[in-house]
């Protein structure tokens, strides 16, 4: 049981390029998070999915897109990267109900460091 | 929306002080109030958490507490120990039918020194 796994681990892009990250979970949860996390912010919701199929704008959506065409995949895409994009990204999950956590609780991926110059 | 502040944003301590972090939030609604430890280079990780039904919660050496009516909620580290250095966030939410809109605060860097 791998839990949140998240592809790549680091990336360097130019401005102008675009990348998919990927976030994988194996533990059947229904609801996907990504964050991003820069220094003195804490994490800050880009956008989640609450089901295969859907997906929803978080609190700093522009610039990202996602997909959710499986309930085990996430997938978070930057189609014209910016300097501004540069940070340490989070994919996160959480059940449907409870297990033995709170439904609430939200499992995170290891996180993927982007660089864009 | 919701808003979450996190104070202090560093904090240091000697090995078996008491450590505590205190948040406030904006959002009356909100209900779930976790709180995650983030160690250097490693993934959030929840230690505790609280709904807004309780006021208090412990898990040995660790506890939080709430106040509604104030609107904050901290954490307490007891006995803390070198292991305990790490960034902390709380965090707030008024999610419903489970899926959690989660709102961090900035997070505190604790450092426990020997």
């Known amino acids: 049981n791998a839990g949140v796994t998240q592809t790549p681990k680091f990336r360097v892009l130019k401005t102008g390029q675009s990348m998919t990250l990927l976030c994988a979970q194996d533990m059947n949860h229904e609801y996907m998070y990504w964050y991003r996390q820069d220094p003195g912010m804490g994490l800050r919701l880009i956008h989640y999915s609450v089901g295969e199929g859907t997906t929803a704008k978080g609190e700093v959506p522009d610039g990202y897109n996602v997909s959710r065409l499986k309930k085990q995949n996430f997938l978070l895409g930057l189609e014209s990267a910016a300097p501004s994009q540069t940070s340490v990204y989070f994919c996160?999950?959480?059940?449907?109900?409870?297990?033995?956590?709170?439904?609430?609780?939200?499992?995170f991926g290891p996180g993927t460091r982007l660089l864009v110059l | 929306g919701e808003n979450v502040e996190q104070h202090p944003s560093t904090l240091s301590v000697q090995e078996g002080d008491s450590a505590v972090i205190k948040c406030t939030y904006s959002d009356s609604a909100s209900n779930y109030f976790p709180w995650y430890k983030q160690e250097l280079g490693k993934r959030p990780q929840l230690i505790i958490d609280?709904?807004?039904?309780?006021g208090e919660k412990k898990d040995q050496r660790i506890a939080v507490t709430l106040n509604k009516t104030a609107k904050h909620f901290s954490l307490h580290i007891t006995e803390t120990q070198p292991e305990d250095s790490a960034v902390y966030f709380c965090?707030?939410?008024?999610?419903?039918?489970?899926?959690?809109?989660?709102?961090f605060g900035a997070g505190t860097r604790l450092a426990v020194h020997p």
């Open positions: 996160a999950s959480s059940p449907s109900k409870a297990e033995r956590a709170p439904r609430e609780t939200q499992y």
């Open positions: 609280i709904r807004s039904n309780v």
């Open positions: 965090a707030a939410s008024k999610g419903s039918g489970g899926y959690n809109k989660l709102i």
